[in-house]
């Protein structure tokens, strides 16, 4: 029994630690904001940072919005056209860029081993991070009305990438009635640890860049689904 013990506590310690967010559904009390959120994203919660040691930090960022100019479909069309990420997420601070090494069907679903670059801009210290990472991405779901894929950084890339580790991200849509009128739901979610090592006050930097990021994440995701 106390062998037993040592163990679960052994596990306990060294396993990561994520965020118990369920960003695979509509964040709680987001209707109650919709006249707020209707073609305006906004942070589900501030975007947090906290230390590690070592100049890593765990970073995490959940926002979301609801829209009128788009559907579910065009959004899922997007978020899978994952060669061409490029084309879509070419931001002011950010930029994103995938490459498909290997697609499998899981169940019916679509996994792929996707190696990815993300760039990070820091406009005010004119701080440009590169960061490649490879990741499975799996579809969740892929219907007219719920789209979601989950990001999942390879443990084997975690271990060895010195910028970027445990990287588990949610990208989801989904197609709700308010007001007997149709609209989609966006929402995405992002927990890593970074190394945060060349940034001047990391913690504070980290945090106010990442929520205007990821809200410009947001507002691109919108205008490309427009062409699909």
Not at 31 to 36: A, V
Not at 101 to 109: E, P, R, W, Y
Request: glycine share 4%.
């Amino acid at each position: 029994m106390k062998k037993i013990l040592i163990i679960l506590l052994l596990c306990i310690i060294v396993a990561p630690v994520f965020s118990q967010v369920d960003a695979f559904r509509l964040a709680s009390g987001a209707e109650t904001q919709f006249s707020n959120l209707l073609n305006t994203p906004s942070m589900v919660s501030p975007a947090s940072a906290a230390a590690l040691g070592r100049n890593w930090f765990t970073l995490e960022t959940d926002a979301h919005v609801f829209t009128d100019e788009v559907s579910v479909r065009q959004v899922a069309a997007v978020l899978l056209d994952l060669d061409n990420q490029i084309k879509y997420f070419d931001g002011r601070r950010s930029r994103l860029s995938g490459k498909i090494i290997n697609q499998t069907i899981t169940a019916g679903l679509d996994e792929y081993t996707v190696d990815f670059v993300s760039t990070t801009i820091v406009p005010v210290i004119n701080i440009r991070l590169n960061t490649p990472y490879r990741s499975l991405v799996r579809v969740v779901h892929n219907t007219d009305t719920v789209f979601a894929k989950n990001i999942l950084q390879l443990p084997q890339d975690s271990e060895t990438n010195r910028e970027i580790k445990k990287l588990n991200g949610v990208r989801y849509a989904q197609e709700v009635t308010i007001n007997g009128r149709k609209y989609t739901y966006i929402r995405i979610y992002t927990i890593n640890e970074l190394n945060a090592s060349i940034l001047p006050g990391a913690k504070n930097t980290l945090e106010r860049n990442a929520g205007p990021t990821v809200l410009e994440a947001l507002d691109a995701l919108i205008v490309a689904a427009k062409t699909k």
